[in-house]
């Protein structure tokens, strides 16, 4: 599990342009709302509040269906 966490911390670094050691709290550290229901899980946050690195690397578009888990993933941004 280290491996892969250090493979996706590399990679986000490098898409973002943030130090690997910040990169986490950058990505994946937002305050949001998040609604789960059996097909859907759909994530509601402020776009204000979502940095322009990951804007830029394209990290906040919708991935749709994810299979692995089983649900349509969305981000909605007021």
């Known amino acids: 599990m280290r491996a892969v966490a250090e493979t996706v911390r ?3 670094a490098s898409v973002t342009g ?3 050691r910040r990169v986490a709290r950058l990505v ?3 305050l949001a709302v998040v609604h789960v229901t ?3 899980v759909d994530v509601v ?3 204000a509040d979502l940095p322009i690195e990951v804007r830029l690397a394209c990290l906040d578009r919708d ?6 888990a089983g649900r349509r993933l969305r ?3 007021r």
């Open 38 to 40: 059996a097909i859907d």
């Open 10 to 12: 590399g990679r986000l």
């Open 45 to 47: 946050s402020d776009l």
């Open 28 to 30: 994946l550290v937002r």
């Open 75 to 77: 981000f909605h941004f």
């Open 63 to 68: 991935p749709g269906f994810v299979s692995s």
């Open 18 to 20: 943030v130090p690997p």
